[in-house]
C-alpha cells in the first residue's frame, strides 16, 4: 500500500491556506484528511491547521476506530471539537472574524471505507482506474443544480461558485455528510478545489493511471495545474492499495 501527500500555494496566492495529513494508528488504520481554509488576516491558514492537528492528533492517539458505527461516530466528534475550537479562536480574535474552512477525509479500516465532508474540498475512490466522487459539496451552484435551476456546465462558469453554504467554524454546531463505501476500490484521492478547479477528472485519472510512484503523480498534478493558472492553493492526499508506503 502506498499513500503520500502534497501540498503548494499555486500560482496566485502568496500563502498556503490549506492543509493536509496522512495518519496511521497503531492498529494500521488509516486516516486521511484535507482542509481548505478561508478568510483574513491568514485566518484561513490557521483555521485549517486547527481543524487538521485536531483531527490527527485525536486519531493517532486511539489504538483503533471500533466499528462502523463506532467511527462514524468518532468523526462526528471530533469533527464538533474543531469546529468549537475554530468558533472560540474567531471569537478571541475578531481580527478574524469570518474564518473558517472545508474539510473532506477518509477512513480506511479492515472491514470497511469511510467519508466525511464540510465543504467543497472533493473525496474520490479509485476503481476500474477510473476516479469516482464520493462526496458532495456544499455550494450555492449545487443546490441550484439540484434543484434544477442550473445545469452542470452552467455551474462550473457561475460567478458564484465558490459561495459556501456549510464550512467548519462558521457556526457554532456543524454536521459533517458522512459516506460508507462498500465497494472493493483500488484508491482513494482527497484534494482541495485548487486542483479540481484547474483538471477535470479525465485529466487527474490519465496522470494517476500513469506508471509513476506516488510522489511523482502529486507532482505532476500540481505541475499540470499551475500551467493552467493555479489560481488557488492546491493539496492532495493519495493512497494507492497496490504501491509501496511512501510520505512527502
Given amino acids: 500500500m502506498e499513500y503520500c501527500y502534497l501540498t503548494d500555494p499555486g500560482k496566485v496566492r502568496d500563502h ?7 495518519v496511521k494508528n ?7 484528511a484535507v ?4 478568510g483574513g488576516h ?4 490557521i483555521a485549517s491547521s486547527i481543524a487538521i492537528n485536531i483531527i490527527a492528533r485525536r486519531f493517532s492517539e486511539i489504538p483503533e476506530i471500533g466499528d462502523k458505527e463506532s467511527a462514524i461516530s468518532w468523526i462526528q466528534n471530533i469533527v464538533g471539537e474543531a469546529n468549537k475550537a475554530i468558533y472560540k479562536y474567531t471569537a478571541e480574535h475578531p481580527e478574524s472574524e469570518g474564518m473558517g474552512t472545508t474539510v473532506v477525509l477518509a477512513i480506511l479500516a479492515k472491514d470497511f471505507l469511510l467519508f466525511g465532508n464540510i465543504g467543497d474540498s472533493s473525496g474520490y475512490v479509485i476503481k476500474n482506474k477510473k476516479l469516482h466522487k464520493i462526496t458532495t459539496d456544499h455550494t450555492l451552484v449545487n443546490l441550484l443544480v439540484k434543484s434544477g435551476e442550473l445545469t452542470l456546465e452552467e455551474a462550473k462558469e457561475h ?9 467548519l467554524g462558521a457556526t457554532q454546531d456543524v454536521e459533517m455528510d ?3 463505501v462498500t465497494d472493493e476500490v483500488e484508491g482513494i484521492l482527497l484534494c482541495s478545489d485548487g486542483l479540481t478547479n484547474m483538471l477535470t477528472d479525465e485529466q487527474i485519472t490519465k496522470v494517476l493511471n500513469e506508471d509513476h510512484t506516488g510522489e511523482e503523480k502529486l507532482q505532476k498534478l500540481v505541475i499540470k495545474s499551475n ?9 492532495i492526499a493519495y493512497l494507492n492499495k497496490g504501491g509501496k508506503v511512501l510520505w512527502l
Fill in 16 to 22: 498556503n491556506e490549506d492543509s493536509v495529513t496522512i
Fill in 42 to 45: 491568514r485566518g484561513g491558514e
Fill in 159 to 167: 460567478p458564484r461558485k465558490n459561495v459556501l453554504m456549510r464550512a
Fill in 35 to 38: 482542509a481548505d481554509g478561508m
Fill in 227 to 235: 500551467n493552467r493558472g493555479g489560481t488557488d492553493n492546491i493539496s
Fill in 26 to 32: 497503531i492498529n494500521d488504520e488509516i486516516l486521511m
Fill in 178 to 180: 458522512v459516506f460508507d
